[in-house]
């Protein structure tokens, strides 16, 4: 007689989708908890107002005012910093000249300088008894620290980094016999840098651009030194949440927050395009001319 053996239970398997190495898995916790946890429960708290009462708290003068100083001079020192910072890019690697090093590497002093720190150096400059901010007040008139002028100015500081570092690769790697074949072709030296160099370059300079916006937008410690804070003048929306949360107002602060976050958002997506479109431009430099 043959006698069967009862069916062994199937152990079970995780979907092919849930099957992730140690490393993904460490990946996704530590996200979960650091990045989208934040976010997420910021998210929920806005939408807690209602859709009404979060038009009526993003929109109010106070807070537009703040978007038109915050977006507005982030903009300027971002074309600003995107013409000089291609400039200085251009000096560290085409020129060679005494200091050249240490220029390197002052231009990532930005990124290791606190905020609070760089805020107060460039408040010290630009006051009214500061070596530049004296002469400026006495011979034009024009007074730096407490303006949004020195707003725009920290703003520039806090930002040239990205588009020389954006740019500085880019300018390393392109090929000099590109030039030298403009240049035997009859190309003057003007037509061989706007018709051949800077084609290549203008995808980094982009990127490096859009960078040094979201970077300048977000930006708090530096700006909060040289600025009066003073609503309606040159009060940047970052001091406008911290202001709201010493009033306790967190309804207000959390929907100017994610005002923010959204534009954060929608920058990252900008700054991602560039980047595929400048290696779809490497990778077909025919079918771009």
């Not at 306790?248 to 929907?255: G, K, L, N, P, R």
Request: glycine content about 6%.
């Amino acid at each position: 007689m043959v006698t069967t053996s009862p069916t062994r239970r199937r152990a079970w398997v995780w979907p092919a989708w849930l099957q992730l190495s140690w490393s993904w898995r460490i990946t996704w916790l530590y996200l979960i908890v650091i990045l989208f946890l934040p976010l997420g429960a910021l998210a929920l708290k806005a939408a807690a107002v209602g859709p009404a009462q979060f038009w009526a708290l993003a929109t109010t003068p106070e807070a537009l005012s703040t978007y038109k100083v915050s977006f507005g001079l982030s903009f300027v020192a971002a074309v600003l910093n995107g013409v000089f910072g291609l400039v200085i890019a251009w000096a560290l690697v085409r020129c060679r000249f005494p200091g050249r090093r240490l220029l390197h590497a002052l231009i990532d002093l930005p990124f290791a300088l606190p905020t609070a720190v760089a805020g107060l150096a460039l408040a010290s400059l630009y006051s009214t008894n500061g070596w530049l901010g004296a002469p400026l007040k006495a011979l034009f008139g024009i007074e730096v620290s407490f303006t949004w002028l020195g707003v725009a100015i920290a703003m520039v500081f806090i930002s040239l980094p990205f588009v020389v570092r954006s740019v500085e690769p880019v300018l390393e790697a392109l090929e000099i016999d590109q030039e030298e074949a403009a240049w035997c072709l009859g190309a003057s030296p003007r037509q061989t840098l706007i018709k051949v160099v800077l084609p290549q370059l203008m995808p980094a300079i982009l990127s490096g651009v859009a960078q040094g916006y979201s970077r300048a937008v977000g930006e708090y410690g530096s700006v909060v030194m040289i600025s009066s804070n003073v609503p309606f003048k040159d009060l940047i929306t970052p001091t406008l949440i911290i202001q709201k949360l010493e009033e306790y107002d967190f309804a207000s602060a959390t929907v100017i927050g994610m005002v923010m976050l959204v534009f954060s958002l929608v920058s990252l997506v900008v700054i991602n395009g560039i980047q595929v479109w400048g290696r779809h431009w490497e990778a077909n430099p025919t079918t771009n001319s």
